[in-house]
């Protein structure tokens, strides 16, 4: 078991101002430094970890917007889709039923 002196000496500062441990003062700054790194460098990536997926919920969300806006603009500029809007508008105009025809121009 320890000596109690040993200890005393540890908790008063006796210990930390001895000569062995004075050397290895750059040391145990080192080791603080790169723990401090450490720490710094995982609390980074966990802030860009969440940063990635907010920006992937977003472009889901992106995503589903425009294949609903497609959906919408494909259903209301189908033909049928217009002859009816022109109808519930009064309007006169009717749909062409004659297909259409290429004019040749013979004078080029």
Do not use: C
């Amino acid at each position: 078991m320890a000596d109690a002196h040993d200890i005393q000496s540890w908790l008063n500062g006796d210990k930390l101002r001895s000569r062995k441990i004075r050397e290895q003062y750059p040391l145990i700054g080192l080791i603080v430094a790169l723990l401090f790194l450490y720490i710094l460098t995982g609390y980074q990536a966990g802030k860009q970890q969440h940063r990635l997926t907010d920006t992937k919920k977003e472009m889901l969300d992106a995503k589903f917007r425009y294949m609903t806006i497609s959906a919408q603009l494909t259903n209301t500029t189908r033909q049928s889709q217009i002859i009816q809007a022109l109808r519930e508008n009064g309007s006169t105009l009717q749909e062409n039923t004659k297909p259409p025809t290429k004019i040749l121009n013979y004078y080029e």
